[in-house]
Nanobody, 126 residues
């Protein structure tokens, strides 16, 4: 069982930066791959970024490549999403998610993750 708690959201101007954090409970954090998703009002929850359990592999949706960076600190049981050069279209509730080693589903799909945080709101003003 993994519990996830996001923080770091808020209001930021376009072009600015924000760092989201997701703290996890559980002794097996380092065995879980992690992802960030986002959901804008009236839209589906979409994939943003992924990091493997070791941190050696990362993937991003095209719209955030070169602007967002996902990282993890297994000693602190925390995953981060550094958001730079933010745009109004980045406005959404951001969720972190954990994927157990047994889950072999497509990492871009929300159903491939087993545990979710409650979300943190990010609002980018123009």
């Amino acid at each position: 069982q993994v519990q996830l708690v996001e923080s770091g959201g808020g209001l930021v101007q376009a072009g600015g930066s924000l760092r989201l954090s997701c703290a996890a409970s559980g002794r097996t954090f380092s065995s879980y791959a992690l992802g960030w998703f986002r959901q804008a009002p009236g839209k589906e929850r979409d994939f943003v970024a992924f990091i493997s359990s070791s941190g050696g592999s990362t993937y991003y949706v095209d719209s955030v490549k070169g602007r967002f960076t996902i990282s993890r600190d297994n000693a602190k049981n925390t995953v981060y999403l550094q958001m730079n050069s933010v745009k109004p279209e980045d406005t959404a509730v951001y969720y972190c998610a954990a994927r157990s080693p047994r889950n072999s589903g497509n990492l871009y799909y929300s159903r491939s993750y087993d545990y979710w945080g409650q979300g943190t709101q990010v609002t980018v003003s123009s």
